[in-house]
C-alpha cells in the first residue's frame, strides 16, 4: 500500500504565503512525476503545478510566477511554496505522484492525498 499525507494548509489573507509538504509512504519502488492538483467548490479538480523525477517542472498558467514547486527525492516528498496568495486560489489542494512499487514491473500507478483546505481572505 502506498499512503500520501498532505499537511500545510490553512487560512492565509491575501498578499500571504503557504507552503504545502507531501511525504509518500508505503510499498515505494521510484516515483515519477509528482505534482498538485486544486478543487475549489463547483469546480472541476485541476493541475497547479507537477514535477518529473529529473526536475522538469510544469505550472498552470494563474499560478507562474506565484507558485514554486520542489522536491526531495531521498525523502519521498514534494513540496508548494505559494506566495502572493488571492482569493481565486482557494481551495482543497491534492498531493498526486506515479509510483512504480516493485522492482520487477514496470508498471506505475497514480496516487492521491486525502487534501489540504487552503483559504484566502481577501
Known amino acids: 500500500q502506498v499512503q500520501l499525507v498532505e499537511s500545510g494548509g490553512g487560512l492565509v489573507q491575501a498578499g500571504g504565503s503557504l507552503r504545502l509538504s507531501c511525504v509518500a509512504s508505503?510499498?515505494?519502488?521510484?516515483?515519477?512525476?509528482m505534482g498538485w492538483y486544486r478543487q475549489a467548490p463547483g469546480n472541476e479538480r485541476e493541475l497547479v503545478a507537477s514535477?518529473?523525477?529529473?526536475?522538469?517542472?510544469n505550472y498552470a498558467e494563474s499560478v507562474k510566477g506565484r507558485f514554486t514547486i520542489s522536491r526531495d527525492n531521498a525523502k519521498n516528498t514534494v513540496y508548494l511554496q505559494m506566495n502572493g496568495l488571492k482569493s481565486e486560489d482557494t481551495a482543497v489542494y491534492y498531493c498526486?505522484?506515479?509510483?512504480?512499487?516493485?522492482?520487477?514491473?514496470?508498471?506505475?500507478?497514480?496516487?492521491w492525498g486525502q487534501g489540504t483546505q487552503v483559504t484566502v481572505s481577501s
Open positions: 498526486n505522484a506515479m509510483i512504480r512499487t516493485r522492482s520487477l514491473s514496470l508498471q506505475t500507478y497514480q496516487y
Open positions: 514535477m518529473t523525477r529529473n526536475g522538469t517542472t
Open positions: 508505503g510499498r515505494i519502488f521510484s516515483i515519477y512525476n
